[in-house]
């Protein structure tokens, strides 16, 4: 979640969607994705809309966080009901930050009560929580699961402590593994580690130890990212004085073919280029939700949200967000509503990243010249063109994902 907003049109101060909105509203997957914007220290690569203690000011305080977010929840049952008079179950619950799990486990299952109170939760719905591995313990995990959380997400990054040390990251290489054990004794059965790979004094063996360390976790689940130098963080100021080495493309092409090789080789599948799992049901859902086009309402400060293609996004500080709510007004900062084109290029977008790929018969006449080089070049899966009619990327394709994809947008 970025931290700088975009600008877009205005949003009445009821939330109101337009009825385009609503064109199929409920036939399409529904989630919530919950922002909790605080963090004990802000590490050096990022950019997205989090505050520590120090940067919060008067008028936001972590202690209220749960009662304010159970507010927009009831916003949101307000505006979606007034159309339809009815509101879907809820699939997928994502809590994200941040770190969430710096709230007490209580407040968190007060929001996901909140949730199920006002929309009702689907049977088998699949709910997550972000958390930083020094962030939790057993008794918070076990409170956490008994309050009807499914799935933990726990950002590792490395197991290396000089990488540690680059990306301002706090707890130790070996917490990441006990935390995912913990998770486990608590009766969570599907688990996430995040990683991330080029930071700068990274080698190969380096990311090969972190893998490795991150297998023998035990996860079920694991997200691999490359690392992106954002304007304004620390990390850029760094390398911007010369203290640190832009990250390279080809290193990180590398490094993303070793992560491929090493998750594979243990039981791993790709369904998303940077995500893999064990199976499908370890495949996260939430996530699945936003790259398929479902709908999903964004609770907090800076979250983002898509109804029926139209998206908002929420003010960025937590005192304007938590004002607006304590007098019964929107949060939302500014929308815009996408047109059928528009559509049509995030579609494409996201299905191109997906296993499963994007059907062929969606692809502009003007860009099927692009598709046939792909093809020539390896870049394509010829089985699921010929079985399904269907572009999807080889491995060599999911190292150009960006560049392809910027072509077939004509």
Partial sequence: MPAILPDGEAVPASGELPASAFDGFGARPFGFYVHVPFCVTRCGYCDFNTYTSSELGPGASPRDYADTAIEEVRLARRVLERDTGAVPRVETVFVGGGTPTLLPPADLVRVLRAIDEEFGLAPGAEVTTEANPESVDAAALAVLREGGFTRMSFGMQSASEHVLRVLDRRHTPGRAAEAVRQAKAAGFEHVNLDLIYGTPGESDADWRASLTAALAAGPDHVSAYSLIVEDGTRLAARIGRGELSMPDDDVAADRYLIADELLTAAGFSWYEVSNWATSEAARCRHNLLYWTGGDWWGVGPGAHSHVGGTRWWNVKHPAAYSARLAQGV??????????????????????????????????????????????????????????GDRIVLTLPGRLLADALIRDLIV
């Fill in 330 to 387: 929107s949060p939302a900062h500014a929308r815009e509503v996408l047109d059928t084109s528009d559509q049509a290029v995030e579609r494409l977008m996201l299905q191109l990243r997906l296993s499963s790929g994007h059907p062929l018969s969606e692809v502009a006449p003007a860009a099927r010249p692009v598709v046939d080089r792909a093809r020539a070049e390896g870049l394509l899966d010829e089985d699921a063109l010929a079985k």
